[in-house]
T-cell receptor, first 112, second 114 residues
């Protein structure tokens, strides 16, 4: 079963605006990771947040984690056309040998 | 640059004709993974190797097999591809097994089944 569910499935914004993507999951986790995938390419790791962390920053990326609500959000500030991609959250499912289970992804389009 | 390489990038095969996809890595990572990703869906783990130890996901069809002859190379064999096996196949590596390790992905092989 899919561990992570992402919301929205698709998001279209103008360059310069902020983009927020949300991820919800079902079981307890040790950490949550966010990955980016350009069309037709492999995934690239963006950021990892541990279960005892509430917020983490990396450049224009800000990730929050609320383990009580089993949810995470990825905020991209001051978006650029080059940020256009699909963004996936991945959780280490304690019921799956701690292998990563990916959510369905949010397809982000940033219009120039 | 250290990286994960997949060949070919695009593969066309016929229904029922065996096909092999290859992955190589220069990262010297212990763990190699194979994922299947269908259009607009999440990558789905098929199996992984921790060194030579093969680990199959419970719902991976028997039609899919894998080989890891050495640390650098891993192969995905699809014995009798069906139309439903058309997908992007992603190879990934991580330094060790365990969820605190980020995974490094190759560019993928897009498989078409005619």
């Amino acid at each position: 079963s899919q561990q992570g569910e992402e919301d929205p499935q698709a998001l279209s914004i103008q360059e310069g605006e902020n983009a927020t993507m949300n991820c919800s999951y079902k079981t307890s986790i040790n950490n949550l990771q966010w990955y980016r995938q350009n069309s037709g390419r492999g995934l690239v790791h963006l950021i990892l947040i541990r279960s005892n962390e509430r917020e983490k920053h990396s450049g224009r990326l800000r990730v929050t984690l609320d383990t009580s609500k089993k949810s995470s959000s990825l905020l991209i500030t001051a978006s650029r056309a080059a940020d256009t991609a699909s963004y996936f959250c991945a959780t280490d499912d304690n019921n799956a040998g701690n292998m990563l289970t990916f959510g369905g992804g949010t397809r982000l389009m940033v219009k120039p | 640059d250290a990286m994960v390489i997949q060949n070919p990038r695009y593969q066309v095969t016929q229904f029922g004709k065996p096909v092999t996809l290859s992955c190589s890595q220069t990262l010297n990572h212990n763990v190699m993974y194979w994922y299947q990703q269908k259009s607009s869906q999440a990558p789905k783990l098929l199996f992984h190797y921790y060194d030579k130890d093969f680990n199959n996901e419970a719902d991976t069809p028997d039609n899919f097999q894998s080989r890891r002859p050495n640390t650098s190379f891993c192969f995905l064999d699809i014995r009798s591809p069906g139309l439903g096996d058309a997908a992007m196949y992603l190879c990934a590596t991580s330094r060790v097994r365990g969820s605190y390790n980020e995974q490094f992905f190759g560019p993928g092989t897009r498989l078409t089944v005619l």
